[in-house]
């Protein structure tokens, strides 16, 4: 007998409905599964609906009670071989507990003549060893709530409704759906949780009749009311709903189904109402939804991609589109990545957001991802075959995937028997379907670098920006979410964020992708700060493998990138035009220009050299410096061979070795430049060098300035005032330096309220008696010790300018100000001009760029659960001291390993929260001893500290208290940890002396554990 089979549509509706329903069929002596519902899933506790199949099929009987087992066997058999009623109740396991499954099944014959059974399941509530439980037959109740069961309930529903027909009134269906029960009973026990279930059942009883409620499954329940007054009787239900069971209750997702949009069955009622709560969406208060037909379109909607999946992969509908991802430093095309589009002939184009989502939740988007994976080997092996070079290929994965299928496996053989390099195929996964299940999806990304493919973190940034992610697993590259990159243009804070982001992923080993790149502006400023790779319509829209095709015979393509010299390109990309810290104050002629210093980098092949890219604060100084300069980042010009600048490239990228030089520019003025070698191309010979300006003098500004004087002798006087100075200017004093006599230009009308004439005398007191309505009060002492007559003129005489950093009051809230003053001649008059200018902004930029640097420094650094330093810290630690160690300068320390004992049976029993908690509490044990030594956590349970100053001196005593308390603690039952120390004894490594430490730890536990057992021998004896 073969396996009876629904069609697409019908296997869709009894899957997708919420009510716990199997349907089987006898071949071949046992029992087979024909189809599962959601319904079944949720009240078995299946992650999803394969699961459930494989199981059925694999040992349905599993989880059932021991005792029980035979008694169900043989009734399953019975009903199947023999026919009539099926009704028994029996216990099945649930998390640490057993509850009570009443199953009721009935058989049909199908159109063909065979014969299935179709059994519908209720959740009786937790099985008490000390209670009794039987099937009844004719029972419709549910054993828990007294409730009428789901079938008896649909019974009534229909009686209601035909009543209220003939009655003139309109009825609503009810669904209600507890957020977060399977949290709740892990937290309270299955016990409390089914407490819980009676106090709903109770008010809803209360609500709205006993006849008229009743439980569908495990923690949903379905109500039958009259549409009149729904709306505050909603109400008032929620806001009792807050104080049931002692006000330990769960928010619930309410659905509503108004019988105007149709008198349909109860059954089909439920399923809309169900609809509409589903629509409620994660909540953290509850909430009350209402049906609408457009809730049935998606619903439809759904069922309709759901059920043509395979034929749209068979029939063509689903195209595999590319889009490339262009490589900054050579425009080339380094990747390109796979997207896919739905043309069906009925519905037209639907939108990627509109059908990933519902597979996404169908589990099974792997179909569709393992499709793409498909074509696109197909696409690498026509693409060899036509010549055209290629690059790798990315495709996107669905967390679902992994879940549904071994999907590293999976994608290995497909790739292994196509005769692919798996080097040609990127993985693309984003960062929200990672981060839901962190420990799960690292894990999976360890493997599938393991076997050879690269891994792309997607969408970085888009939901999380979560740097506890990149510290917990590697990327080789971060795609940073178009939601950042669209920022770029219009503020300074998100250019901060982003090149910091950059800066990070570097740090880490991972290059970058900027996604959703439209100009070529943002695509030169994320070129300078690093970012290797950009994505976006300004390069290229996704299209499909026969335009690529086209274009390449068109010749309109952009080129793809040789592979041999992607390592090259990759590190040459890999610059920050802007990694260099700001000029020093001496050397204020710069910050007139820039405001870091600029940078460039230059390419050269034999005796030739070309420009490729420089910062801004580059491009500003040449076009105010050199105005005619062009840039020419395609062709070559020969170098000059007498030529000082071409000779120090030359001279770096032979020598390798950086180089600082000082070269005489066409305008009689000297440039002093920093030369650093980045990378040699390994097919050409090419080399990159980076080219930093580090100071610039020109010879003839004084001339020139001599020259305008005459000219212009009156405004002059004013120039020499304003260029004395720099910033956004508040306001210009011109003092006599013999009377003290002052002339003020306010350049700023915002800041008159001080109260200061334009023209005065002693202007050193006047400024002096302003500062108490003038001057932020925490800065007041310091401002009055420092603005005095013979402290700016002596700074003056000194240091050729007075500079004093304070805050201002403006409008009552303080603002950063700089306060300089430089001595100049006018008509053969000493005069000192101070300037107050404005620097807020700046210096606030300043403060939050090193705040963020900070935080990330810290969060790279430091154990997100225990506070303590992590293995990256301790990595840095090992790496100084070995340093020490080569140079013969190490100090005395020792290495102590720890190993906190009984951390699995912890998190077995007791759950991952438990487990956390345990660690927390060993390395609080671990701190309060080694209160003056740096403790690291290395590992899940392990924990390394590096020994030095008094803690070294007292390491017998600190040990010997350790054991001791050990010992106690041991005793007690509580927390245990294996230790190990090992002094430094002029080994070649710090690994050396933690390997003797390791040991020593080791044969710790091992005697902790035979101590154990010893001592619960003799309790028991005792």
């Given amino acids: ?313 068979e029939e063509g509908w689903i195209k595999v589109h590319y889009q490339p991802i262009v490589r900054t430093s050579n425009g080339k095309v380094c990747n390109e990545e796979a997207l896919v589009r739905w043309e069906d002939p009925e519905k037209g184009r639907l939108a990627p957001e509109g059908f990933i989502p519902i597979l996404e939740d169908a589990k099974v988007m792997y179909k569709l991802d393992l499709y793409v994976l498909e074509q696109v080997i197909k696409k690498l092996k026509l693409q060899a075959e036509t010549g055209l070079s290629i690059v790798p290929n990315s495709i996107n994965l669905s967390k679902s995937d992994f879940y549904a299928c071994n999907m590293p496996e999976e994608i290995r053989r497909r ?259 920093f030369i650093r070698k980045i990378a040699t191309n390994a097919e050409n010979d090419a080399v990159a060098l980076s080219v930093v300006i580090l100071g610039y003098v020109d010879n003839d500004a004084e001339l020139r300035h001599k020259e305008e004087l005459k000219r212009i002798k009156q405004e002059r006087k004013i120039y020499a005032r304003i260029t004395a100075l720099n910033g956004d200017i508040i306001s210009i004093f011109a003092v006599d330096l013999k009377t003290d006599n002052f002339v003020r230009y306010v350049m700023n009308e915002n800041y008159r309220h001080w109260e200061l004439e334009n023209e005065g005398q002693d202007f050193y007191e006047k400024i002096r008696e302003n500062s108490l309505h003038m001057v932020y009060s925490e800065d007041r002492k310091r401002f009055l010790a420092q603005f005095t007559k013979e402290n700016v003129t002596r700074t003056i005489a000194s240091n050729g300018v007075f500079l004093l950093s304070v805050r201002l009051l403006y409008d009552g809230e303080p603002r950063y100000a700089s306060i300089k003053g430089a001595i100049v001649e006018e008509d053969d008059v000493s005069r000192l001009i101070i300037g107050i200018v404005d620097v807020d902004s700046e210096v606030r930029k300043e403060q939050n760029y090193y705040r963020n640097l900070a935080e990330i420094s810290k969060i790279a650094n430091l154990d997100s659960l225990t506070g303590v330093k992590n293995k990256h810290a301790y990595i840095d630690a090992e790496a100084k001291l070995n340093s020490q160690i080569a140079g013969l300068t190490a100090p005395e320390f020792a290495i102590v390993v720890f190993d906190i004992n009984g951390l699995k049976i912890i998190n077995d029993t007791l759950g991952h929260q438990a487990g956390d908690e345990f660690i927390k509490e060993g390395c609080k044990i671990i701190c309060n001893h080694f209160q003056h030594s740096p403790v690291y956590r290395v590992g899940g349970d392990e924990f390394v500290v590096i020994v030095q100053g008094q803690d070294y001196k007292n390491i017998d005593k600190i040990m010997a208290d350790f054991t001791a308390d050990n010992m106690e603690r041991q005793k007690a039952d509580r927390v245990v940890i294996a230790s190990g120390m090992a002094r430094y004894t002029g080994e070649r490594s710090v690994s050396l002396v933690f390997e003797r430490a390791d040991d020593s730890m080791y044969k710790n536990k091992k005697s902790l554990k035979l101590e154990k057992s010893t001592f619960h021998c003799a309790i028991s004896v005792l």
Avoid at 178 to 207: C, F, S
Avoid at 246 to 271: E, N, S
Avoid at 518 to 530: A, C, P, R, T, Y
């Fill in 1 to 313: 007998m073969e396996k009876y089979r629904y069609n697409e549509k019908e296997l869709a509706f009894i899957e997708a409905s919420c009510v716990p329903i199997a349907v089987y069929q006898f071949i071949n002596e046992r029992v087979v599964t024909i189809a599962l519902s959601d319904g079944f899933c949720e009240l078995m506790n299946f992650k999803n609906i394969e699961e459930a199949y494989d199981f059925m099929d694999s040992d349905m009987y599993c989880h059932i009670h021991s005792d029980d087992v035979t008694k169900v066997a043989n009734a399953t058999l019975n009903f199947v071989e023999n026919g009539g009623e099926y009704n028994i109740s029996y216990r099945r396991k649930r998390g640490d507990n057993y509850i009570v499954l009443h199953a009721i099944g009935k058989q049909i014959y199908k159109e063909n003549g065979e014969r299935v059974a179709v059994v519908q399941y209720t959740d009786e509530g937790l099985y008490n060893s000390a209670g009794e439980y039987k099937a009844v037959a004719g029972m419709n109740h549910d054993y828990l709530t007294g409730l009428p069961d789901m079938n008896y309930f649909f019974k009534l529903a229909e009686t209601y409704r035909n009543r209220a027909k003939q009655e003139g009134k309109n009825l609503v269906m009810l669904f209600f759906n507890l957020k977060g029960m399977q949290a709740y009973n892990q937290r309270y026990g299955y016990a409390a949780g089914d407490e819980l279930i009676k106090e709903v059942a109770r008010l809803l009883i209360e609500t709205f009749g006993h006849d008229n409620c009743c439980r569908t499954t495990a923690d949903h329940f379905a109500g039958c009311a009259e549409r009149d007054g729904i709306d505050e009787c909603l109400a008032e239900l929620i806001e009792k709903w807050k104080h049931i069971n002692q006000g330990r209750g769960l928010p619930v997702k309410i659905g509503v189904y108004d019988t105007k949009y149709g008198m349909v069955g109860a059954a089909t009622a439920t399923d809309r109402a169900k609809m509409a709560s589903d629509s409620c969406g994660d909540i953290f208060e509850s909430k009350v939804a209402y049906f609408t037909m457009d809730m049935l379109h998606r619903a439809e909607e759904r069922q309709y991609i759901y059920e043509n999946l395979g034929r749209a992969m």
């Fill in 415 to 673: 790739v292994d028997e196509a005769g692919i390099d798996r080097g040609e195929i990127v993985i693309e996964l984003s960062e929200r379907s990672i981060i839901n299940d962190t420990e799960f999806m690292t894990s999976q990304v360890d493997l599938l670098r393991e076997l050879g493919f690269s891994v792309w973190l997607d969408d970085f940034g888009q939901v999380y920006s979560s740097p506890e992610l990149l510290q917990k697993t590697h990327f080789d590259v971060i795609k940073l979410d178009k939601s950042y990159v669209d920022q770029i243009d219009k503020n300074e804070n998100s250019k901060i964020v982003i090149a910091e982001l950059v800066r990070l992923a570097s740090g880490l080993g991972s290059e970058t992708v900027a996604e959703g790149v439209e100009n070529q502006k943002v695509s030169d400023f994320l070129n300078e700060i690093g970012c290797t790779r950009l994505q976006g319509y300004c390069y290229g829209e996704p299209i499909d493998f026969e335009k690529i095709l086209e274009r390449n015979k068109r010749g309109i393509q952009i080129g793809f990138e040789n592979p041999k010299e992607a390592e090259y390109y990759a590190a040459l990309g890999n610059v920050n035009m802007y990694d260099m810290s700001s000029v020093s104050d001496e050397a204020d002629s710069l910050r007139d220009y820039f405001d870091t210093m600029p940078m460039f980098i230059v390419e050269v092949r034999q005796d030739e050299i070309r420009h490729i890219k420089g910062n801004k604060s580059y491009k500003r100084f040449m076009e105010k410096t050199y105005p005619s300069f062009r840039e020419n980042s395609q062709g070559y010009v020969k170098g000059i061979g007498d030529d000082i600048f071409f000779d120090a490239v030359l001279q770096c990228r032979d020598s390798g070795k950086p180089l600082i030089i000082s070269i005489r520019g066409k305008k009689n003025d000297v440039i002093h430049l």
